[in-house]
């Protein structure tokens, strides 16, 4: 990326996501320039201060595309063939939903991304600048992607306070599915049967406390962003959506059966995984780096990154220095010390020398 002169990004979409990404980068130093195709909706985000200028951005140094999933492979595409922009320019999404974003855009400066971060508020008057913090954003190389290009999205998302996790496009999609795209369409149907509930009885949604509350939280999100990601990613919501009815049915099995052990087990199973979710993430006081001599070409950056989120391994870091002497450089890679030896048994395990040193 262009080091001279300020920090430049561009931001293309302004509502929720795009105006928190303009809110986080500009307390971050970069000078932000926003777009969008609602002139309003521009005109309200440079009001609201979550970017700093309107227009084409032709001197950012990096994109990021906060539209909707079905629009977001032309603007990528246009972005990085567009006359006037840098060389180097690199360009990531946020979409929900990303093997039908990646497909249609194979350029190794593109890095698809998808923060898992979001507001029962939407538009730009919902953007938040510590939206990011603490959230887990998935980045989805593939073969074509440029190493210097993942690193420097990856660099960016960790300094907005995001922890950054690898997936191909079609692992993100498929547990994005049951963790995100389900749920959300849960919670829209049970506060559609209770509002059509409450038609003939008044009360029914004055004793909606907590829990229902909860449940339904991210029913008050932004409706149109769902009918692109579900027609994007079909058949992992439908898959999800079977599993779900068959576990329903089960479960109405249990109560028509006053099933009481079945029940007692199901909830305390249900409590033993919620209480052992993973809190958002940090990165761990003592890190190790990774050095592995690797082949410089396509897809290695895939490989290593892909093998890292298969066991579980954040990668907090990692650069690519390219030799002078021949087409072989040394990938670096920064985890936590705990789990090093882990990651470098695997690298062996497939074929490369590697070397853990630890960081004070």
């Not at 492979?73 to 974003?101: M, Y």
């Not at 008057?125 to 593939?142: I, N, S």
Request: glycine share 12%; charged share 20%; net charge negative.
């Amino acid at each position: 990326m262009t080091t001279t002169g300020a920090r430049r990004a561009l931001v293309v979409g302004t509502g929720l996501i795009g105006g928190s990404l303009g809110g986080a980068l500009r307390t971050r130093g970069w000078h932000v320039t926003g777009l969008d195709a609602d002139p309003a909706r521009a005109a309200r985000a440079l009001e609201l201060g979550v970017v700093d200028e309107l227009g084409p951005g032709l001197d950012a140094t990096i994109a990021f595309v906060a539209v909707p999933a079905g629009d977001a492979p032309g603007i990528v595409g246009t972005l990085l063939g567009e006359p006037g922009r840098p060389d180097d320019l690199v360009v990531t999404d946020v979409s929900g939903v990303k093997s039908p974003v990646v497909e249609a855009v194979r350029h190794p400066r593109f890095v698809g991304g998808h923060p898992m971060a979001g507001s029962e508020q939407s538009g730009t008057e919902g953007a938040d600048p510590e939206l990011f913090v603490g959230a887990t954003w998935v980045l989805t190389p593939t073969l074509e992607t440029d190493p210097a290009a993942y690193a420097a999205v990856a660099e960016v998302v960790v300094s907005l306070g995001a922890d950054v996790v690898a997936l191909s496009p079609a692992d993100h999609d498929r547990l994005v599915a049951v963790v995100s795209h389900v749920p959300h369409l849960v919670a829209a149907t049970l506060m559609n049967a209770a509002a059509e509930g409450a038609k003939a009885d008044g009360a029914l949604l004055r004793l909606a406390a907590g829990g229902f509350r909860d449940m339904t939280r991210v029913a008050a999100g932004q409706p149109n962003i769902w009918p692109d990601i579900c027609a994007e990613n079909a058949r992992a919501i439908v898959a999800g959506l079977d599993r779900l009815l068959s576990d329903l049915g089960a479960l109405r099995d249990k109560v028509a059966r006053a099933d009481r052990a079945g029940l007692l087990h199901l909830l305390e199973s249900a409590s033993t995984a919620r209480r052992a979710l993973p809190s958002s993430g940090t990165r761990p006081d003592h890190l190790a780096e990774l050095r592995v001599p690797i082949p410089d070409r396509q897809g290695v950056l895939a490989e290593f990154t892909g093998l890292a989120s298969g066991l579980d391994i954040n990668i907090y870091d990692l650069t690519i220095a390219h030799s002078t002497e021949g087409p072989r450089g040394v990938l670096t890679l920064l985890v936590g010390q705990d789990e090093a030896d882990r990651l470098r048994k695997a690298i062996e395990d497939r074929g490369h020398f590697c070397t853990v040193i630890e960081l004070a």
